[in-house]
T-cell receptor, first 110, second 114 residues
Framework: SQQGEEDPQALSIQEGENATMNCSYK?????LQWYRQNSGRGLVHLIL?????REKHSGRLRVTLDTSKKSSSLLITASRAADTASYFC??????????FGKGTRLSVIA | DTEVTQTPKHLVMGMTNKKSLKCEQH?????MYWYKQKAKKPPELMFV???????INESVPSRFSPECPNSSLLNLHLHALQPEDSALYLC?????????????FGEGSWLTVV
């Protein structure tokens, strides 16, 4: 069953702009992870945020987590054409590893 | 670059064929996973192995048969598949089966059933 739901489903921006993607989930979580997938390729782990954390940074990435609203956001600053990909949030619920949301397709136009 | 290696990258098989997908990791991880991903859909969990024992089977049809020969290897044996089984099959691993660990994915094996 699906846990996360990303918003928007598709996002198109100009190079240099910031991209924000949101993820909502349904049940309590241990942690939430964000992944990137280039077309037809494997998933690349971006960042993990634990349920007791509110914000985390990694390079140009900033992730927030609001457990009261059951939501997370991924901000990519100063986007590049190479950031074009699908981005998924995934949650760990109980002992079930990684249940993925539907994903956001990001297009960064040079 | 991923440290989870999957072979083959592409596989075309008939509905009566028997084939296998292979996955290898050398990160010392003790949990390994198979996910299935259809086009424009998120990955869906199929199986989890923890310390070489099957710990999760997400009600996958028996025409998919996983095998974990040792802690570094994970196979997915395929037999009597249907065209709707065509998908990207992703292998992944994590340090152990604890759900809090980061899961690392391979590049996937594209399967086409004809």
């Amino acid at each position: 069953s699906q846990q996360g739901e990303e918003d928007p489903q598709a996002l198109s921006i100009q190079e240099g702009e910031n991209a924000t993607m949101n993820c909502s989930y349904k049940t309590s979580i241990n942690n939430l992870q964000w992944y990137r997938q280039n077309s037809g390729r494997g998933l690349v782990h971006l960042i993990l945020i634990r349920s007791n954390e509110r914000e985390k940074h990694s390079g140009r990435l900033r992730v927030t987590l609001d457990t009261s609203k059951k939501s997370s956001s991924l901000l990519i600053t100063a986007s590049r054409a190479a950031d074009t990909a699908s981005y998924f949030c995934a949650t760990v619920v109980g002992n079930t590893p990684l249940v993925f949301g539907k994903g956001t397709r990001l297009s960064v136009i040079a | 670059d991923t440290e989870v290696t999957q072979t083959p990258k592409h596989l075309v098989m008939g509905m009566t064929n028997k084939k296998s997908l292979k996955c290898e990791q050398h990160m010392g991880h003790r949990a390994m996973y198979w996910y299935k991903q259809k086009a424009k859909k998120p990955p869906e969990l199929m199986f989890v192995y923890s310390y070489e024992k099957l710990s999760i089977n997400e009600s996958v049809p028996s025409r998919f048969s996983p095998e974990c020969p040792n802690s570094s290897l994970l196979n997915l044996h395929l037999h009597a598949l249907q065209p709707e089984d065509s998908a990207l099959y992703l292998c992944a691993s994590s340090q152990e089966g604890h759900p809090g660990n980061t899961i690392y994915f391979g590049e996937g094996s594209w399967l086409t059933v004809v």
